[in-house]
């Protein structure tokens, strides 16, 4: 399966943004879904993540209450909605795919879209 992740950009602290992960080549419904990201000179860091269905999700401590993974199986697509962007928020967010489960490790995760950036100012 092939991602591309898009809906990035600048953003003031407080703002929202809405994030989006296009599939295709595959099945979507098929594949578990999740979103990383990574802060220059940081590690890659476990977003959010979401079941087959929809039905069950998770979201990192650091952005529980203001991000929210959805997918939309009619549309291929997998959504981050950030709600009260920090500039701690600011990172290159990648979405992923995988058919082992869903969770924060990106070992669970077989492909990877390219990345979109998010930056928060204060």
């Known amino acids: 399966v092939q991602l591309q992740a898009s809906g990035g950009g600048l953003v003031q602290a407080g703002g929202s943004l809405r994030l989006s992960c296009a599939a295709s080549?595959?099945?979507?419904?098929?594949?578990?879904m999740g979103w990383f990201r990574q802060a220059p000179g940081k590690e890659r860091e476990f977003v959010a993540a979401i079941s087959l269905s929809g039905r069950s999700t998770i979201h990192a401590n650091s952005v529980k209450g203001r991000f929210t993974i959805s997918r939309d199986n009619h549309k291929n697509t997998a959504y981050l909605q950030m709600n009260t962007l920090k500039p701690e928020d600011t990172a290159v967010y990648y979405c992923?795919?995988?058919?082992?489960?869903?969770?924060?490790?990106?070992?669970?995760?077989?492909?990877w879209g390219q990345g979109t950036l998010v930056t928060v100012s204060s």
């Open positions: 992923a795919a995988g058919l082992r489960g869903y969770g924060g490790s990106p070992s669970l995760y077989d492909y």
């Open positions: 080549g595959r099945t979507f419904s098929g594949y578990n």
